[in-house]
């Protein structure tokens, strides 16, 4: 909006407004419109860069392209920024997921190794070859959900170990 030398913009074709009357203007209330004539009374003012009194009682047909430009911007000024969108990408939030389970296969898998019997029953021997084919899938994939998968899938197959062999883990 590009104001006058004169200070005074026409906003409605007729001029129907309450205007209201500030003496001293508080400091939470910015004044946007003065009535001509009157240096108390206002019928545009914000209060608390939230509140806003558009004091004209007329339709928006009646209001110039002046008003209507100015209600825009005034609208556009109080309206809130769009908070950033934050777009979460699954793929990356499971990464630390799938190195706490990778670092817990590790574990178990050392742990079992130290404790396998000379000759490896074919129930485990089954469970190992399993647990291997999960822990390969894990490392070969560039998804971190299905390899989260796959390590829990391992980490099952290690617990089902464990307990074939009755050994204990400490994790």
Known sequence: ????????????????????????????????????????????????????????HDSPNNMTTTGKDLFINVVNYMAPLP?????????????????????????????????????????VQALLDEMQEHINNANTTGNTIYANNELLKALKCCEDIREKLGITCPL
């Open 83 to 123: 908070e950033e969108a934050i777009f979460a990408n699954p793929i990356a939030a499971f990464m630390p997921v799938k190195n706490y389970h990778l670092r817990q296969v590790n574990a178990y898998l050392e742990c079992i190794e130290e404790n396998l019997p000379e000759d490896v029953p074919e129930d």
């Open 1 to 56: 909006i590009s104001i006058p030398p004169s200070n005074i913009i026409v906003l409605y074709t007729a001029t129907n407004h309450v205007g209201i009357f500030l003496p001293s203007i508080p400091p939470s209330v910015v004044v946007l419109g003065r009535e001509i004539g009157s240096a108390t009374h206002y019928p545009l003012t914000l209060e608390n860069n939230r509140y806003l009194l558009w004091g004209f």
